[in-house]
């Protein structure tokens, strides 16, 4: 096996354990429950279900049912399903710019280590489990999105930090830009080395944001996981791509059919490297065939496709501006 080729292949290695807390484990599709609303209960308990054993949300009711998440869960651990140690729960701080003022879980005039204080209480009372012997703990806490200034962005991550690795596991960002992340891995590598050091980092993966090329680069070489959202329904362009439809073209009866295309592009993006996904879908026919598939497609990299699929890599790094 040429290096390149086992590269490629442990790009799909399950699951992924970050630099920042190696204890923690993260596979390759992550539930996202943005969006689902009064659903959101039962959409968790069925993937679960499915297979899946890593769940997004944020304590953020304008777009999240974060209580949801955890009904949806309790039902699933109840009924002998899962339990919580099998799983990665991972929730965000959303700042007051992001929350809609008549429905947020602090007062968006309080100081804001008092708004993370109660944003945190919020999210373990909606994540409590039954027959859980520890207490009541968060995976992964993700500040949403960087805050107006570096100043106030460093002291919500160090209000975060006085919390791990106890009732949170593990910190991340989100929606942010290589430099603000550049400057809170150096804080906590110079600055305050008692700071945790990132663990993930959520973004868009499409075109607007150029793939984030630049940003999963360094994301690579610090240990950081990058989440990848968007990578369906942002990237029409690249379903349609040359690449793309002849990776679909050979899963084609060795997948779900109509599930060809959305695996060949989870297995690309997956394929750059310490990547994980966000899948948000309501079917329970795909969230199946969404997990099923990608282990089919890991099982042909790491075997008959091993040279194909190196081709295939590099024919998508160069649509994306990856070299």
């Given at each position: 096996?040429?290096?390149?080729?086992?590269?490629?292949?442990?790009?799909?290695?399950?699951?992924?354990?970050?630099?920042?807390?190696?204890?923690?484990?993260?596979?390759?599709?992550?539930?996202?429950?943005?969006?689902?609303?009064?659903?959101?209960?039962?959409?968790?308990?069925?993937?679960?279900?499915?297979?899946?054993?890593?769940?997004?949300?944020?304590?953020?009711?304008?777009?999240?049912?974060?209580?949801?998440?955890?009904?949806?869960?309790?039902?699933?651990?109840?009924?002998?399903?899962?339990?919580?140690?099998?799983?990665?729960?991972?929730?965000?701080?959303?700042?007051?710019?992001?929350?809609?003022?008549?429905?947020?879980?602090?007062?968006?005039?309080?100081?804001?280590?008092?708004?993370?204080?109660?944003?945190?209480?919020?999210?373990?009372?909606?994540?409590?489990?039954?027959?859980?012997?520890?207490?009541?703990?968060?995976?992964?806490?993700?500040?949403?999105?960087?805050?107006?200034?570096?100043?106030?962005?460093?002291?919500?991550?160090?209000?975060?930090?006085?919390?791990?690795?106890?009732?949170?596991?593990?910190?991340?960002?989100?929606?942010?830009?290589?430099?603000?992340?550049?400057?809170?891995?150096?804080?906590?590598?110079?600055?305050?080395?008692?700071?945790?050091?990132?663990?993930?980092?959520?973004?868009?993966?499409?075109?607007?944001?150029?793939?984030?090329?630049?940003?999963?680069?360094?994301?690579?070489?610090?240990?950081?996981?990058?989440?990848?959202?968007?990578?369906?329904?942002?990237?029409?362009?690249?379903?349609?791509?040359?690449?793309?439809?002849?990776?679909?073209?050979?899963?084609?009866?060795?997948?779900?059919?109509?599930?060809?295309?959305?695996?060949?592009?989870?297995?690309?993006?997956?394929?750059?490297?310490?990547?994980?996904?966000?899948?948000?879908?309501?079917?329970?026919?795909?969230?199946?065939?969404?997990?099923?598939?990608?282990?089919?497609?890991?099982?042909?990299?790491?075997?008959?496709?091993?040279?194909?699929?190196?081709?295939?890599?590099?024919?998508?790094?160069g649509i994306i501006g990856e070299t």
């Amino acid at each position: 096996m040429s290096s390149s080729s086992s590269s490629n292949a442990s790009a799909f290695s399950y699951p992924l354990a970050p630099r920042a807390n190696p204890d923690i484990r993260i596979p390759k599709f992550i539930y996202g429950t943005a969006w689902k609303k009064e659903q959101t209960a039962e959409l968790v308990y069925l993937a679960i279900r499915a297979g899946f054993r890593a769940f997004d949300a944020a304590a953020q009711p304008k777009h999240y049912n974060e209580k949801g998440l955890g009904d949806g869960i309790r039902k699933a651990i109840e009924e002998g399903f899962v339990r919580r140690e099998d799983l990665f729960i991972q929730t965000k701080y959303t700042p007051p710019s992001g929350q809609d003022p008549n429905n947020m879980p602090y007062d968006s005039t309080s100081p804001l280590e008092e708004q993370i204080i109660n944003t945190l209480s919020s999210s373990l009372t909606n994540l409590t489990f039954p027959f859980t012997i520890q207490e009541p703990y968060i995976d992964s806490l993700i500040l949403h999105s960087p805050l107006p200034t570096t100043e106030l962005t460093l002291q919500a991550w160090s209000t975060l930090a006085s919390y791990v690795p106890t009732k949170i596991r593990s910190l991340g960002i989100s929606n942010t830009t290589l430099p603000i992340l550049q400057t809170l891995v150096r804080s906590s590598q110079t600055f305050n080395p008692l700071l945790p050091f990132p663990a993930f980092c959520q973004n868009r993966f499409y075109g607007g944001t150029g793939y984030e090329v630049e940003l999963r680069r360094f994301c690579r070489e610090q240990g950081i996981v990058f989440q990848s959202f968007w990578t369906l329904s942002g990237n029409p362009a690249l379903l349609k791509s040359g690449v793309v439809e002849e990776v679909a073209a050979a899963l084609e009866g060795r997948v779900e059919r109509g599930e060809e295309k959305a695996v060949a592009l989870y297995g690309l993006v997956v394929g750059l490297g310490g990547v994980s996904v966000l899948n948000g879908t309501t079917s329970m026919g795909r969230m199946v065939g969404d997990l099923k598939g990608l282990e089919i497609l890991r099982g042909l990299v790491e075997g008959e496709w091993e040279d194909r699929w190196e081709g295939w890599m590099r024919d998508f790094k160069g649509i994306i501006g990856e070299t």
